[in-house]
C-alpha cells in the first residue's frame, strides 16, 4: 500500500560524488520525516541525515559537511548528494519514511525501502 522506492547508488572512486534519491507513494496523508541510513558488512545500521516536513535536517557527525540532503513535500522524495565519498561510506543506503495514512492520522508509520549499495573504492 506503501511503497519507498530508491534509485541512484553504484561504485564511485574516492572523492567522487554521488546521489540517492527516493520517492514514497501509495496510501499517504502526510510524512513527518525522511532520511537516509546506512549499514557497512558487519555492523549496525546508522543513521545518515534525516529532514522534516519544515526542512530541519540532522545529520551523522561523519558526514556532516559532505553529504546534503533535501525533500520535495509535494513529490514525497528525498534525495541525499553525497561529495568527497570515502572508503568508509561504503554500505547499503536504506531511505526511511515516518508517515500518517489518511485513515489514521494519529498513528505515525515507520517505512524502509530495499536499501541500495553504494561503494567507494579505486
Known amino acids: 500500500q506503501v511503497q519507498l522506492v530508491e534509485s541512484g547508488g553504484g561504485l564511485v572512486q574516492p572523492g567522487g560524488s554521488l546521489g540517492l534519491s527516493c520517492a514514497a507513494s501509495?496510501?499517504?496523508?502526510?510524512?513527518?520525516?525522511m532520511g537516509w541510513y546506512r549499514q557497512a558488512p558487519g555492523k549496525a545500521r546508522e543513521l545518515v541525515a534525516t529532514?522534516?516536513?519544515?526542512?530541519?535536517?540532522n545529520y551523522a557527525d561523519s558526514v556532516t559537511g559532505r553529504f546534503t540532503i533535501s525533500r520535495d513535500n509535494a513529490k514525497n522524495t528525498v534525495v541525499l548528494q553525497m561529495n568527497s565519498l570515502k572508503p568508509e561510506d561504503t554500505a547499503v543506503y536504506y531511505c526511511?519514511?515516518?508517515?500518517?495514512?489518511?485513515?489514521?492520522?494519529?498513528?505515525?508509520?515507520?517505512?524502509w525501502g530495499q536499501g541500495t549499495q553504494v561503494t567507494v573504492s579505486s
Open positions: 529532514i522534516t516536513s519544515g526542512g530541519r535536517t
Open positions: 526511511n519514511a515516518k508517515f500518517r495514512t489518511p485513515k489514521a492520522t494519529f498513528f505515525l508509520y515507520d517505512y
Open positions: 501509495g496510501n499517504i496523508f502526510s510524512i513527518d520525516a
